[in-house]
C-alpha cells in the first residue's frame, strides 16, 4: 500500500509538470494551430503533436501523412523546446517551402 501512495504520489508530480505549448499563425483567414504537449523533462520523451495542430495543417491543405510529419517535427526538435519564437519561426519557415500549400500571394503571420 506504501509503494502505491509513493509511486500515486510521484506520478501526479511529474503530471502537474507536463504543459502545452501553442500559438497561432493566420493566412487568408484561416488559423494553423502550433500546439505541442511537452512532458515533465526537458528531453522530449514524451513531447508529440496535439490533435488540433495536425488537423490545422491538414485544414491548410496538407495531407495527413504531411502534416503528422510536420507536426513531429516542430514538436520534437529538442532545440525547439521552450522557445515559442523559434517554433514559430520553424513553422514559416516549413510553410513558405511548400508553394503548392500557400499558393503564390497567401501570408502567414
Known amino acids: 500500500m506504501r509503494r502505491v501512495i509513493i509511486a500515486a504520489a510521484l506520478l501526479s508530480a511529474m503530471a ?3 504543459s502545452a505549448e501553442s500559438y497561432k499563425l493566420i493566412a487568408d ?3 494553423l494551430i502550433v500546439s505541442c504537449f511537452r512532458g515533465p523533462w526537458k528531453d522530449v520523451i514524451w513531447d508529440r503533436p496535439n ?3 495536425i488537423d490545422s495543417l491538414i485544414d491548410f491543405g496538407y495531407d495527413y501523412p504531411n502534416a503528422h510529419a ?3 517535427r ?3 526538435d529538442d532545440h525547439l523546446v521552450g522557445n515559442k519564437a523559434a517554433m514559430k519561426a520553424e513553422m514559416i519557415r516549413i510553410y513558405y517551402e511548400s508553394p503548392e500549400i500557400r499558393g503564390k500571394t497567401r501570408k502567414l503571420y
Open 29 to 31: 483567414g484561416n488559423t
Open 16 to 18: 502537474s509538470q507536463a
Open 70 to 72: 510536420i507536426a513531429e
Open 51 to 53: 490533435s488540433n495542430f
Open 74 to 76: 516542430i514538436c520534437r
